[in-house]
Structures are given as structure tokens and as C-alpha cells.
């Protein structure tokens, strides 16, 4: 017997080098990335304590409304603007105070699972509202891009903005137009998105500095995306979370009409990255991390994959809500809850829904179509159903 069994054996191991050999060739020969022969881990629950900080023209409403959603579907608690407010407190830094529902006393308890509504980030005072194992997370744009959408928004509201004609003009001479001593109107002129992160945005771009300043936000955020790669932030993000893809899938909100887009001369963008330097650094450094996070996240295939998932996924529920994929103008716009507010220059689009939507799918398109202010309007009737509900001016003419 001994013999036979040991034959037995070596046929075994023969067959099992033969097996690994051929997984070996199997990877090298057809590039099969390796990981995707490994099962997937059990999966663990979703991350449901969420900071995430919600800086100014960076697809950032967008965001805001995938949070609501997710919030809102799993029956958790959101730290809301208190009283009338629209924002927490902006562009004041946060405290406590700015949010609905928080003892101001020492019993004040950790009981909000996310935050994301607008505010100037302030660490110990946002830890105060959510607990310790939060995920923090917030999304940045080309400083190009940002600043050109802000002076369209604000053209009417930042006083540097209001006496020049065009963006060009004001870049041409920005001195002629911002005055720092103004008051805090002027933060959307001028490195804004560094000003959302608590620090100084009239500093100067000190390489010490800023190398402080980076370092600080690195410790306290988890991640950082990048807007002008939105499709992948949500494939990393969603990966990061937990999440499932109906999570993550969005319809753009916010958006301009392509009228109100300026495109900046090559001049004008060179003295962008100068005039807010600060952004600058920050985008930079933050649009690196983001890739190199990314690619340790997903080989080159898998990316590709999610992708296609995330996309095939937007398309079929734009067919399913949408009377067109196009967004339209605020005239053009049926439903009075889903026409978005109006800001300075701009001309922001929104959506019709498909008429005839079985009840579900009503619940389900609404809430991915809902502009901010009235999406933040719903939660906060959710949540606080005893206060008086929030009143948003514009839809009433």
C-alpha cells in the first residue's frame, strides 16, 4: 500500500505545479491581472460616518446630493443648517452652533452620522458633531475652472467681480478690483477652495506654508477628489465607502448653460495659477494623491471595468427618469421643486422627469433630480418634522 500511496502523491504535486504553471502563463501571456483570480474579501458594512466638506464649483452639489440619498435611504441622521440658515455658518468658521439639533452645553452628544452642507472647515469644532471613526473627504478643481465658474456665480455678490466685464479683464489686473479689507464677500475671488479648508486665502504662497498647510490636510482628510475626473473619484470613493453602485451614480447638478461658459485666454490661465497660487499648490499636490491612491486602489483593468459599470449604470437610469438627457433652462423646467436657484451670471439647468412613473421610481428620480436648496429643504422636514419647515424665496415666484 505504501508505494501506491506514495505515487499518488507525486501525481498530486505534479498536477498541482502543472495547475500553478498554467495560472503563471495564464498572467503572462494574457495579461489577466492577477487580483481578479483572488475571491473578494466578505464584504464588510458600508461606511456610514461621513464629513465631507463641500467646497465651492467643484461638482460639489452633486456630491451633496448623493450623500442626501444615501442618508436618507439607510434612515440616517444629517447635521443640518439650524433655524433658517441655508449653510453651516459660511464663510464664518463652523462651530457648533450653525447646526440644527445640538445641545449647546457640555452634554453635547456625537449623534449625526454625516455632514456636508456648506462650511469653512474648523477640525475641533467638527469633531464635536461627528463621531470618532468619521471618514472625511472633500473634492477639488483645476483652479482655472473653479475661478471662472465662481466669477459667472458671484459676478453680482463679490465685489472684486462686479466691476469687471469679463474674468480676462479682472485677471489682466486683479489689484484694480479686490480689496482684501472688504469683508469676507471677496473669498470667492481668491482662493476660494484653500479658504474652505479653514486657512488663509489672502496669505502669501510661502513655501513653508504651504507645506504646513498640505501636511494638515492630509492628516485630517481621508481623501480628496479631483472634479475634473468625476467619474473616477466615485469609482475610488465608492470603493473607499463601501458602497453599492446605485450609491454613487448621479445626475450633474448645478450646471451652467454652455452660454455663461467663458473660455479663458492661455494668457488668462497662466495668471490664474498665480493669482491663486494657494489653490494652485493645493490642486496640485491633491490631484497627485488622488492618482497614486487610485492605481494602488485598481489595476488598470479594473478601473476601466468600474468605469464602464458606473456609466452603463447613469445611462440606464437617465432612460428611466428622464424625459430628455439634456438639461434644461429654469423656464423650460415643469416642476417647480425641481428648478434650480439662480446665481449672479449664470444660467443653471436642471431636469424633467418622465411622466407616468410607477411610485418607486418616482421616490427614486425625484431625490437624483432635486436641486440643493430644496433637497436640503426635504431633509430637514424629514428629520425635524416639529420645526418650522425651511423656507426657500425663490419658489415662490
Known sequence: MLPILRGTQRSFQVALLFLVLAVFLLV??????????IPDKVQEPPVTNIMFLKTHKTASSTILN?????????????ALPEGSRVHLGYPWLFVTRYVEGLKQDSR????????????????????????????????LRNPVFQLESSFIYYKDYAPAFQRAKSLDE????PWKYYNASVGLKNVYAKNNMWFDFGFDNNAPADMDYVRKCLAEVEQRFHLVLIADYFDESMV???????????????????????STVSHLTPKSQERVQHWSALDWRLYQHFNRTFWTQLHAELSPSQLT?????????????????????????????????????????????GYNLRRGLDTITLHICQRMAMPELQHMAHMYSLQFPNKTPKDIPFMKK
Not at 479682472?170 to 489686473?173: K, P, Q
Open 66 to 78: 448623493i450623500l442626501y440619498r444615501f442618508s436618507e435611504s439607510h434612515n440616517l441622521s444629517t
Open 236 to 258: 475610488l470613493l465608492r470603493r473607499r465607502l463601501r458602497w453599492q453602485l446605485d450609491d454613487v451614480v448621479s445626475f450633474k447638478l448645478n450646471m451652467r448653460s454652455q
Open 28 to 37: 503572462v501571456f494574457l495579461h489577466v491581472d492577477f487580483r481578479l483570480l
Open 108 to 139: 453635547l452628544q456625537h449623534h449625526f452620522n454625516i455632514m456636508c452642507n456648506h462650511l469653512r472647515f474648523n477640525f475641533p469644532e467638527v469633531q464635536k458633531v461627528m463621531p470618532s471613526d468619521t471618514f472625511y473627504f472633500s473634492i
Open 170 to 173: 479682472f485677471l489682466a489686473d
Open 305 to 349: 471595468e468600474e468605469l464602464e459599470q458606473l456609466r452603463e449604470r447613469q445611462r440606464e437610469l437617465t432612460t428611466l427618469c428622464l424625459q430628455d438627457p439634456e438639461p434644461k433652462n429654469l423656464t423650460h423646467i415643469d416642476d417647480r421643486n425641481l428648478r434650480p436657484y439662480q446665481s449672479g451670471k449664470a444660467k443653471i439647468l
